[in-house]
Nanobody, 128 residues
Framework: QVQLVESGGGSVQAGGSLRLSCAASGYAYSVDSLECMGWFRQAPGKEREAVAAIFIGAGAGSTHYGDSVKGRFTISQDNVKSKVYLQMNSLKPEDTAMYYC????????????????WGQGTQVTVSS
């Protein structure tokens, strides 16, 4: 079973930067079999929002971003350490949310943002 553990959340001032990390581990499901990893976020009273995704199987390296973060956030992967990162720059108070790392084993699911493997989340708070 694949486990996803997020880290790097915290509190920052508007305009600041933060770097989130997600470590994937497991043996029942091979980490090498993952087709995509990504980040979602959810603020209180709001619906869950797709933030960023990276394909690591078919189409490896292809990245996708939600409109609200495009140009400010960058997703990347460290294959050696089985980690993905989310570099967040020019943070806004509207970015305040719980951020979740997610992954999936199915390419079709990845293209539909239908991720089935989830981490526990890390809180990001941006103050003005």
């Amino acid at each position: 079973q694949v486990q996803l553990v997020e880290s790097g959340g915290g509190s920052v001032q508007a305009g600041g930067s933060l770097r989130l990390s997600c470590a994937a581990s497991g043996y029942a499901y091979s980490v090498d079999s993952l087709e995509c990893m990504g980040w979602f976020r959810q603020a209180p009273g709001k619906e869950r929002e797709a933030v960023a995704a990276i394909f690591i199987g078919a189409g490896a390296g292809s990245t996708h971003y939600g409109d609200s973060v495009k140009g400010r956030f960058t997703i990347s992967q460290d294959n050696v350490k089985s980690k993905v990162y989310l570099q967040m720059n020019s943070l806004k108070p509207e970015d305040t949310a719980m951020y979740y790392c997610a992954a999936d084993l199915d390419f079709r699911s990845c293209t539909r943002w239908n991720y089935k493997l989830w981490g526990q989340g890390t809180q990001v708070t941006v103050s003005s």
